[in-house]
């Protein structure tokens, strides 16, 4: 069930229906896909956020019953529209106007929308789409987006999905529309892992689970009878690497989400934790604690001797490489409280960064590369990022305790868990980097420890 | 759309007191009342033993009477005088009992980062190791785990709680 991205107008044309005589003929690809796109970044109160947006029902060339949990191709128009929708409009990005609301349009005004019936009701962009049953059970969602005003085609695309992932057709149009119009990478066809908790504050029950980036698919992994504990994905999302009180003690297990087996990632007499995967998923950073003394090593993903990165009497802990692999940030308390440093990969030239009074920890390098997320703690723990040369702090959340900050694929929102004073219940939220679109994520059961990961292909 | 309640000045006033270390923890818990075990004991026992038996987790319970546990200051992991105190208690249990091993648990409050205080705790249990090993008792016997802020003796969310949240628990292994 592999998603392929088609060549947008061969599929058209190749199709029963651009035979249709109604239908004219699609675009060349150039005319639309040249345009400047509209500058602005999530980081300022930009003008295109505030964009007018309707996205009506995709409709069908014929209502065919499919395997998908959305129903029949019909029923699938609208589903799609909901979640692309809710994707644009959950992330405080824009204002779209979902599917209720609006005519839906004709096979034909795909391809040749109605532009005056759009003009004057505060629609500044339109997108259309079409659902189409394929021959071998597979549905072929197309997107396109227009601009109202021009009357005139932004950019397409086009997915080929299995029935049983036809939500990430609509987070790839989510992700067209939203990249065309910002001029950002995109993140919502993607995934998190993360830890679901129950039970009492003294004997929380924690279990690894994962969900799509919009919290659709949700699933646990594990049981719950060992404590789980900060998980990430693997960069192909093959494997979820993460801390387990299996068998009483703290160790780094590899869990296989295609085979549900797991393995040790290291044979050790001690404690392991805190793992990470550098960006191309060949070495797994982690700590390990021996006589009480905590330093960070790296490891192959596929085993083998370990080799030490940090030397010193202090906890060092943690770790995140940058998006090239050349370097990795880290936490220390060498200073006498917990700060962030940055090291080159093979462990050596360590320097602090963060200096600006209180404690800095977890530190999480942008995918971007331009900015290190960290839990800031000076009383109460708030969200906050720096420059990678430790410029430019900016403290973006303001909770009782805020912890752990993930980034999203696209390096423009943080996840992070936030928990409540008294209960210790936990959740999971996100922030955009203005500090301003904060919402919390619907999760089961009380949640923590989040990991974003990358876009699927 | 955009939320304009907050505003970045508002954020950074309200996080200007940093109490780094309020270090107040219990200088000696209130000893356990011992009835609760001495009476699970008995039932188990079924005799007219008044203790529990000799050389068990119930009897190292009740003989060093709430000295099982020490406990740290914020984000420290020395050993005082108090701790000093309970872990020569411990250590006289211990070798009285040479064929017992011990694990020694390492605890934070809730108000460090998750995997600081997997590191911190581990670093607090192995004080305690090292203070037992000190004092005669064989390494070899002994174990140390971190449960970092997982596992909280007191629920709330403020100073005396977290006080006796950092600790570190001698259990013996029966």
């Known amino acids: 069930m592999i998603l392929k991205i088609m060549p947008l107008a061969a599929l058209m044309l190749a199709s029963p229906l651009a035979a249709q005589p109604t239908v004219p003929p699609a675009q060349p690809a150039s005319q639309s896909t040249e345009e400047e796109g509209l500058t602005g970044t999530v980081s300022d109160e930009a003008a295109w956020q505030d964009l007018g947006i309707a996205i009506p029902t995709f409709p069908t060339n014929a209502d065919v019953a499919t395997q998908a949990s959305a129903g029949s191709t019909a029923g699938l128009g609208k589903a799609l529209v909901r979640v692309i929708t809710d994707d644009l409009k959950n992330n405080g990005l824009f204002k779209p106007t979902g599917p209720d609301a609006l005519p839906t349009p004709s096979m034909a005004q795909i391809n040749a929308p109605d532009f005056p019936s759009w003009q004057g009701k505060g629609t500044d962009m339109l997108v259309h789409g079409f659902v189409r049953a394929n021959g071998d059970g597979n549905i072929t969602v197309g997107c396109y987006l227009y601009d109202v005003s021009l009357s005139q085609q932004l950019v397409k695309g086009a997915w080929v999905v299995g029935p049983s992932e036809w939500r990430r057709a609509a987070h790839k149009c989510a992700d067209l529309v939203y990249s065309r119009l910002s001029g950002e990478s995109p993140f919502f066809d993607s995934k998190i892992a993360y830890i679901a908790e129950t039970g009492a504050k003294d004997h929380r029950v924690k279990r690894l689970a994962i969900m799509d980036s919009d919290g659709a698919n949700h699933r646990f992994i594990t049981t719950g009878q060992a404590l789980a504990l900060t998980p990430r994905y693997s960069p192909d999302y093959k494997q979820i690497v993460y801390l387990s009180y299996l068998n009483g003690n703290p160790r780094i297990y590899i869990y296989d989400t295609e085979t549900g087996k797991q393995r040790l990632v290291t044979q050790s007499r001690n404690p392991t934790f805190s793992p990470r995967w550098s960006p191309d998923g060949r070495w797994i950073l982690y700590s390990m604690a021996i006589g009480g003394n905590t330093d960070v090593y790296r490891v192959s993903a596929a085993g083998g001797q370990a080799q030490r990165l940090t030397d010193g009497p202090g906890i060092d802990v943690g770790g995140s490489y940058s998006p090239d692999g050349s370097k990795i940030v880290f936490e220390s308390d060498r200073s006498g409280s917990q700060q962030v440093y940055v090291m080159n990969a093979d462990g050596t030239d360590q320097k602090r960064i963060s200096f600006f009074g209180g404690r800095a920890a977890t530190p999480e390098w942008s995918p971007r590369g331009d900015q290190v997320a960290f839990t800031y703690i000076a009383g109460d723990f708030h969200i906050a990022v720096m420059s990678p040369a430790g410029a430019s702090m900016r403290q973006l959340t303001n909770g009782w305790q805020d912890e752990a900050p993930t980034w999203s694929p696209n390096g423009r929102i943080i996840q992070f868990f936030r928990t409540e004073k008294g209960s210790g219940r936990a959740s999971l939220w996100q922030v955009d980097l203005t500090g301003k679109n904060e919402r919390k994520l619907p999760t089961p059961v009380d949640a923590s420890d989040p990991s974003w990961g990358p876009v699927l292909p | ?174």
């Open chain 2, 1 to 174: 759309m955009l939320q304009t309640s907050r505003t970045i000045i508002l954020l950074f006033t309200a996080s200007a007191a940093l109490a780094a270390c309020t270090p107040k923890a219990p200088k000696q818990l209130p000893p356990d009342p011992g009835s609760n075990v001495t009476t699970a004991t008995n039932t188990n026992q079924g005799t007219v033993q008044s203790g529990p038996a000799p050389g068990t987790q119930a009897d190292f319970v009740t003989t060093l009477m709430g000295q099982d546990t020490i406990y740290f200051d914020t984000d420290r992991h020395n050993i005082d005088s108090s701790d000093a105190a309970a872990l020569a208690a411990q250590a006289q249990w211990l070798i009285k009992y040479p064929g017992k091993r011990a694990s020694i648990e390492g605890h934070c409050d809730e108000r460090g980062t998750r995997d600081y205080n997997l590191a911190l705790g581990d670093k607090r249990a192995n004080a305690a190791k090292n203070y037992l090993v000190s004092m005669g008792v064989d390494a070899g016997r002994l174990t140390v785990i971190s449960y970092g802020k997982e596992r909280p003796i007191a629920v709330g969310s403020n100073e005396d709680a977290w006080a006796k949240n950092r600790r570190a628990v001698t259990v013996s292994v029966d």
